[in-house]
């Protein structure tokens, strides 16, 4: 397969996903997209307000679609329970959230333009093959080294006989791939050979998180900052798909004070924990609200009334050190 230039077209063809025309939308939309995992934690929840910021205060329609398509760790009662966080905190959202478990079909038929265009091959490797080899001088850190790339009709049948289902990945040509970011600027990374379906057969995150955003015409991702590194991979797959990319905007993490992202074993962090220790839902929006740089203008308020106020140009580019335990105090 030569390089994207040898394609016809943008991409590899992706007729089946019903995206109208962005010239004939009347307004852009944005999403949240939460695993359904657990109760939201505050990190979780400042991620949300920023991303229906973004999104309201540009007078786009805003989605939540949850990504429950790992059955090991992803349960329907979560998503309740999530929905009902949002809506605690004033949220709001257009249309009925979609789960990303009802949605195979997609996938599947992105794959299969991929497979068509010869842009993909299966591999075989367990977690610890790929350390090994991973850790030779020439393969780039956190580069999968290759080694399904090149097997032999011999090797891939020693493979198939063993019965282990393959990954299926994405055959690149490593490509050096800049995104521009909306908070932090220019970011670019080499686009490795990543998975696109895990060997259990679910399909991966980097492909469904651009198939459904495609789909369903987002056109600003507003996400939190450790995604930022998997933004390129994304975009080179839009590029593929022959998908129009969207723009992003990647807001920093909640750490706690060990430097861990924040989670909660680090103390009283769902919104459950803080009405327990008697913070209203208009007191979490406005500690959240002000920790990403925005001004606000009461002790207590809900999403709406920051909206006028909104400018994406505040937003604080660094991550939000917090202590749970310490929170009555900085509440
Ligand atoms: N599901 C991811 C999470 O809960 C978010 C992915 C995305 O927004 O693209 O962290």
Redesign the pocket.
Known sequence: MGDDASLPGAGVGFSHVPAPAREDRPVSRG?????PTGRLHVG?LRTAIAAWLFARSAGSEFLLRF?DLDPGTARREHEDDQRRDLEMLGLDWDGVPVRQSERIERYEDALADLVRAGRTYRCWCSRREIREAASAPHVPSGHYPGICRHLTARQIADREASGKPPALRLRTDAPDIEIVDRLHGPHREVVDDLVLRRGDGIPA?NLV?VVD?AAQSVEE?V??D??LSSTPRHAHLYDLLGLPRPSWAHVPLVLAPDGERLAKRHGSVTLPDREALEDSPGRVVAVLTASLGLDVPEREVMPHDVLDRFSADQIVVAPWTLSPDELRDRW
């Open positions: 999403r949240f997209a939460p695993s979780n990504e995150y998180v955003d991702v996400r939190a450790d995604l």
